[in-house]
């Protein structure tokens, strides 16, 4: 579903015309044709039409990305050729080419993000990229579905500085948003949140930021996960890591092929290889690491 689109069905769950919702911020032709996906807005007319929906700007962004949850989730092969997320990147910043309009490049990023995952040779995410993003999640004061949803796809790809950038304001919204919030829900987006939380820590130990890690994981621990086996197992992942990191023995190495081991036979075996290849690697670099340090 097109934005335009998107925007008139809400228009006609409010219950008001396209005269009344355009009156004195743009011709009623102009909003026809964005709302037909013939043409865009710019971000400023945009916003202000928005509020004549009379609708919570959270809502909105829930339901946009609900009813778009094939664009935003599904990762997939089209003939061969590019992969969904590759596709929409371009979508994306092509209309902020076009409109100006500062979410379009944020999508791009995210998408760019997504596709570099499943298409190792093929990067296109800058480090440019992230810092726009980082940036911009640091001005926003309370954190909306999108926020959170960006926010949780760039925290495996971010480095160093950018990590230590983005984990204050990241603390801080968890906090804000834990009480009576629950993780059973997969689309939920404080699902997207504590997942992002895991993600920064993942990234941390890749970069061995291990104190900053275990700073997250800490604040992540006092938010109940019992109800989400994939997040509790993601936290079981990275505690392990942060093990081996101080004390690098064959039984840390041994309880994480264990822990792998749980996925056989269940939808998620894949996580079985995948981790375990990671842990592989995780090990050869902490090798490296302290080798060289010793010299």
């Known amino acids: 579903m097109e934005l335009g689109t998107f925007f008139r069905q809400q228009r006609h769950d409010s219950?008001?015309?396209?005269?009344?919702?355009a009156r004195n911020i743009v011709?009623?032709?102009?909003?026809?044709?964005?709302?037909?996906?013939?043409?865009?807005?710019?971000?400023?007319?945009?916003?202000?039409?928005?509020?004549?929906?009379?609708?919570?700007?959270e809502y909105l962004q829930k339901t946009f990305i609900d009813l778009n949850r094939d664009r935003y989730f599904t990762i997939e092969m089209a003939n061969g050729e590019e992969l969904q997320g590759r596709r929409w990147q371009h979508h994306y910043a092509d209309l902020y080419k076009t409109t100006g309009w500062f979410y379009y490049r944020l999508a791009a990023i995210r998408f760019s993000v997504v596709a570099d995952m499943y298409q190792q040779p093929h990067r296109e995410t800058t480090p440019e990229s992230f810092d726009i993003v980082v940036g911009y999640l640091n001005t926003i004061p309370d954190w909306g579905t999108f926020e959170i949803n960006l926010m949780s796809t760039i925290s495996v790809g971010l480095v160093d500085d950018q990590l230590t950038r983005i984990t204050p304001k990241l603390l801080s919204v968890l906090a804000a948003k834990s009480a009576g919030a629950g993780v059973r829900d997969r689309n939920s987006s404080f699902y997207d949140l504590v997942a992002a939380c895991q993600g920064v820590a993942l990234s941390m130990t890749r970069d061995h930021l291990y104190r900053d890690a275990k700073v997250?994981?800490?604040?992540?621990?006092?938010?109940?996960?019992?109800q989400n086996m994939i997040l509790l197992y993601n936290q079981a992942k990275i505690r392990l890591r942060l093990a081996y990191h101080d004390d690098p023995t064959a039984e840390t190495t041994e309880q994480m092929r264990q822990l792998t081991d749980t996925w056989q036979g269940t939808q998620y075996d894949y996580f079985r290889a995948t981790d375990w290849q990671s842990w592989q690697r995780f090990i050869g670099?902490?090798?490296a690491y302290r080798a060289h340090n010793q010299h």
């Open 15 to 21: 219950g008001l015309t396209i005269d009344q919702v």
């Open 27 to 57: 011709p009623a032709s102009v909003l026809s044709r964005f709302e037909r996906g013939e043409s865009e807005l710019n971000a400023s007319d945009f916003l202000r039409l928005l509020v004549r929906l009379n609708g919570d700007v």
């Open 216 to 226: 997250v994981m800490q604040a992540v621990a006092k938010v109940p996960l019992e």
């Open 285 to 287: 670099k902490e090798a």
